[in-house]
């Protein structure tokens, strides 16, 4: 039954890879959207309304003071809350990296018990022991592989499977491969190239196989979604993305202010 079962468990897993990357990527933009805190009276488009409605009043009255004050004012307000916005953008670029760090030591845990547990099943098949508590739980874990960073599985003759991510092995048998989350500390760093002197803290987030230091091409899993969102702007980042697009704007409303003095 439970070879049966296998086709039925690795379709499980290939949709736990989707969800587990689409999961990561809707948490992103969500958190991007909020900081355009959107639809209220004290959201972004109500400010740059304001601001462009100040502006027409001024070139209707040019020489009003009284215009030009209040259109002084609504722009250094609205200047502080892109900045406001920009701030939250990047805490929250931080906090996705510090996930996808937690997850990478999930994952090396998960794929070493995955290791063991080969080992001990195909050890208690030789003693005669049961190993449906076994099996359970190596499928459990492969499930959670799935979810977190896009893992495939194949059966192998004698009982045990190996995992792969993105074509590498994972697990091979009773022996496991780590991976280790690189590239840059902050957001403003992650669309410099890597730094040959400190790879690991420089350049796009990204995974890489600790044995060989070679990338981990990343097909689903909440892995996946996050590396993407924390891409820099130029490779489709969702938060650099919008970081990039409020310092733009905060900079051109700032020469403007400057402008009107």
Known sequence: QRRGDIHLE?????????????????????????????????????????????FAEVGNQPQSDAARAVLLEDARALVGDINTAYTSVNTEWQDVRTKAGALISEVNSAAAQVASLNDRILTAGVQGTPTGVLEDERARLMVELADKVGAESRINDNGSYDVFVGGGSLVQGSR????????????????????????????????????????????????AGYTEALAPAEQGGILAGMGGRYDTLATDLAGTVNTIH
């Open 176 to 223: 496991s491969f780590e991976v280790r989350l690189d590239g840059a500390l902050v957001m403003s760093e992650a669309g410099k190239a890597v730094d040959s002197a400190n790879p690991q803290k420089t350049g796009p987030v990204r995974l890489t196989w600790v044995a060989n230091d070679r990338p981990v091409h990343l097909d689903g899993g909440r892995l």
């Open 10 to 54: 690795s379709r499980v897993r290939n949709h736990t890879a989707e969800a587990g990357k689409l999961d990561a990527l809707t948490e992103a933009w969500a958190a991007a959207e909020a900081t355009i805190n959107e639809p209220t009276e004290k959201g972004m488009s109500e400010a740059l309304a304001r601001f462009f409605n100040d």
